[in-house]
């Protein structure tokens, strides 16, 4: 096995190990990023698809509940690296940011390449190195960082690692959660990857996920255990998914885990009350359809007059008031989350309780962690992002200060 060195070596090119290798290389050490991909941050450019949300204008203190239960356990690090930071950081490298009309945060340039860009380029200024196509294996016997390259093992002795290696979603670009066998040899807590922001398995009609899997379902409400959020989704042919389901889909993925399948309710007309409702359905038809009726007096696209077939039955009844008791609630079970895969990101990861104040493992000195390996999760709306950078600030800061201690 040949043996490298590195000062300090950071284990994945994603957003949290790229901008801890940026806040090392600014402090004038000597870093190598490592990564199983042929080039870095794949899953940020994935991100970047949909815009590159990168945080939320919201106050400081809504922003932290946000992450439920782990809220206590990254207020310290969300505190030291807030969003203001992370919009400060991305314009000091030249990309301007706006606040789009639901708070959200994103570069004006509405994609990731060019942030990942001008990083990159500052990185190769600061002298910070990369090892691409390096599969991180652990450690060898006597402590070295052991990597399979190309079919060969290489071992690396760096002065401090900071793993950020993330989930397992979307394991194509980069993360497949194969560290938490390595982590959990050590005696690292590590609590098992799940879904998160996920979409979810409806048992749909044949007809139905024919005729209108990858359509929309706009300006609906979906509740679920006195929760509701506003929004939209999309049927497709396993189930639903969407930035609504996504909001939800925390409590509805426990809620499967606990009993089986979930129902979610659906509001085709939030806006009306069923009185409403029912007075637009109660006007002349001239022998109309009831589809017909709702297309005309509700706006109803053909996928939600259909959702209501779905879930009522074909034979809707006629009369105002009972169409429009449907018309409210929409009964939608769930029976599974999609695979870890195929979601947008993943909860679980290292128990926060196994990190110091600087997410040095307890049980590995030396040895730091970051980002989305983290037992935290968070919904769409650039909560993900914020927490994956300001893990892998904190991150990097400890090892300077340990670093600064040491010499």
């Given at each position: 096995m040949g043996q490298l060195s590195a000062c300090i070596a950071v284990i994945g090119a994603g957003p949290a190990g790229l901008i801890a290798?940026?806040?090392?290389?600014?402090?004038?050490?000597?870093?190598?990023?490592?990564?199983?991909?042929?080039?870095?941050?794949?899953?940020?450019?994935?991100?970047?698809?949909?815009?590159?949300?990168?945080?939320?204008?919201?106050?400081?203190?809504?922003?932290?509940?946000?992450?439920?239960?782990?809220?206590?356990?990254?207020?310290?690090?969300?505190?030291?690296?807030?969003?203001?930071?992370?919009?400060?950081?991305?314009?000091?490298?030249?990309?301007?940011?706006?606040?789009?009309?639901?708070?959200?945060?994103?570069?004006?340039?509405?994609?990731?390449?060019?942030?990942?860009?001008?990083?990159?380029?500052?990185?190769?200024?600061?002298?910070?190195?990369?090892?691409?196509?390096?599969?991180?294996?652990?450690?060898?016997?006597?402590?070295?960082?052991?990597?399979?390259?190309?079919?060969?093992?290489?071992?690396?002795?760096a002065g401090a690692v900071i793993l950020a290696l993330g989930g397992a979603s979307w394991p194509r670009f980069g993360g497949d959660g194969s560290w938490t066998d390595i982590l959990t040899s050590r005696g690292i807590a590590v609590t098992p990857l799940k879904p998160a922001n996920c979409g979810f398995l409806v048992a749909w009609s044949a007809p139905f996920r024919t005729?209108?899997?990858?359509?929309?379902?706009?300006?609906?409400?979906?509740?679920?255990?006195?929760?509701?959020?506003?929004?939209?989704?999309?049927?497709?042919?396993?189930?639903?998914?969407?930035?609504?389901?996504?909001?939800?889909?925390?409590?509805?993925?426990?809620?499967?885990?606990?009993?089986?399948?979930?129902?979610?309710?659906?509001?085709?007309?939030?806006?009306?009350?069923?009185?409403?409702?029912?007075?637009?359905?109660?006007?002349?038809?001239?022998?109309?359809?009831?589809?017909?009726?709702?297309?005309?007096?509700?706006?109803?696209?053909?996928v939600a007059v259909n959702l209501l077939r779905e879930a009522h039955g074909v034979r809707l009844p006629s009369e105002p008031e009972a169409l429009a008791r449907c018309v409210k609630s929409v009964p939608l079970t769930l029976t599974a989350t999609v695979p870890i895969e195929r979601a947008i990101s993943a909860a679980g990861g290292i128990a926060l309780s196994e990190l110091d104040d600087h997410l040095m493992l307890r049980a590995l000195p030396g040895v730091y962690a970051a980002g989305e390996m983290l037992d935290w999760e968070a919904p769409t709306g650039g909560y993900l992002l914020t927490a994956c950078f300001a893990t892998g600030v904190a991150a990097a800061k400890g090892v300077l200060q340990s670093l600064a201690r040491s010499t």
């Open positions: 290798a940026d806040v090392l290389g600014a402090g004038g050490r000597s870093v190598t990023v490592y990564d199983r991909m042929p080039s870095p941050g794949r899953k940020l450019l994935m991100a970047g698809r949909g815009g590159l949300n990168l945080t939320h204008s919201e106050d400081f203190d809504t922003f932290l509940t946000r992450y439920g239960s782990a809220a206590p356990g990254l207020a310290p690090v969300l505190r030291a690296f807030p969003p203001k930071a992370l919009v400060a950081w991305a314009e000091a490298l030249g990309q301007e940011t706006f606040i789009g009309s639901s708070g959200r945060v994103f570069p004006k340039a509405m994609k990731a390449s060019p942030l990942l860009r001008a990083l990159l380029a500052r990185l190769s200024a600061q002298g910070v190195a990369f090892g691409m196509r390096h599969d991180w294996r652990g450690w060898t016997d006597d402590g070295a960082l052991r990597f399979r390259v190309g079919g060969e093992d290489i071992s690396v002795r005729a209108f899997a990858g359509q929309p379902l706009k300006g609906a409400a979906f509740s679920f255990a006195g929760r509701s959020v506003r929004g939209e989704a999309v049927v497709t042919t396993y189930g639903i998914e969407g930035g609504a389901v996504y909001a939800l889909s925390a409590v509805l993925r426990d809620a499967i885990a606990a009993g089986g399948s979930a129902v979610l309710d659906i509001d085709l007309r939030p806006d009306l009350t069923p009185a409403q409702i029912a007075a637009k359905l109660d006007r002349p038809t001239h022998g109309q359809s009831v589809s017909n009726t709702l297309r005309k007096a509700l706006r109803l696209a053909p």
